[in-house]
């Protein structure tokens, strides 16, 4: 049975992601920051920031402004908004195959409120994403299978029905233990022909 909805994670799949430990490296180089101390305090607390308890100023303030800095905390927002790039080649393939099966496509995302609207309102995301299941939005992350439920839930799918795309293969596999039909995105050509083999041709 082809699938008629198309989930997928956003960071790795069809952006950069959004805040990853290359970003904290190249933000700590540029802004002075000690690394490790930076990974530290973000491992502590950025959890809770992407599960939506905390804004992205209260995460700043623990990771990086619990002592002086030289720099204001919007210059340093700026930096990592600015982190997110598109992957055109993935977006663009999504798109050709929404409009060639009617598909319905559901972003399925551990990301932090306002990296997450950015993201969705700087590449226009609205426009072939139907629904947003982020982590901050909903209160759950991957790879705990509540979000995947959710997801299903909210889109009106069926398990068999769906088939969903992520980069990092504990959480395709967590994906797969729920049920759902996964695959663990690497690189477009592989993911387009994991797609052909599902009946999704483009």
Do not use: C
């Not at 994670?9 to 992601?17: A, E």
């Not at 930076?38 to 992205?56: D, T």
């Amino acid at each position: 049975m082809r699938p008629t909805f198309l989930f997928t994670d956003l960071g790795g799949v069809l952006l950069t992601n959004g805040w990853d430990h290359h970003s904290r490296d190249r933000a700590a180089e540029k802004f002075g920051i000690d690394p490790k101390e930076l990974q530290q305090r973000h491992e502590a607390v950025f959890p809770n920031y992407e599960q939506g308890f905390n804004s992205l100023s209260e995460y700043l303030e623990f990771a990086v402004f619990h002592k002086p800095r030289n720099f204001p905390q919007a210059e340093l927002v700026e930096f990592i908004l600015a982190q997110s790039q598109p992957f055109p080649d993935m977006i663009q393939m999504v798109k050709d195959l929404k409009s060639k099966y009617n598909l319905k496509v559901v972003a399925v995302s551990n990301e932090g409120r306002e990296i997450a609207q950015h993201r969705i309102d700087t590449f226009n995301l609205s426009e072939f994403i139907d629904i947003f299941i982020v982590s901050a939005f909903v209160g759950r992350r991957k790879p705990y299978e509540d979000i995947y439920r959710l997801a299903l839930e909210v889109s009106n799918a069926r398990k068999e029905e769906v088939v969903y795309m992520d980069d990092r293969e504990m959480l395709a596999q967590g994906a797969r233990d729920y049920g759902l039909d996964a695959i663990w995105h690497q690189q477009i050509d592989t993911t387009r022909k994991e797609l052909g083999q599902r009946g999704l041709i483009v």
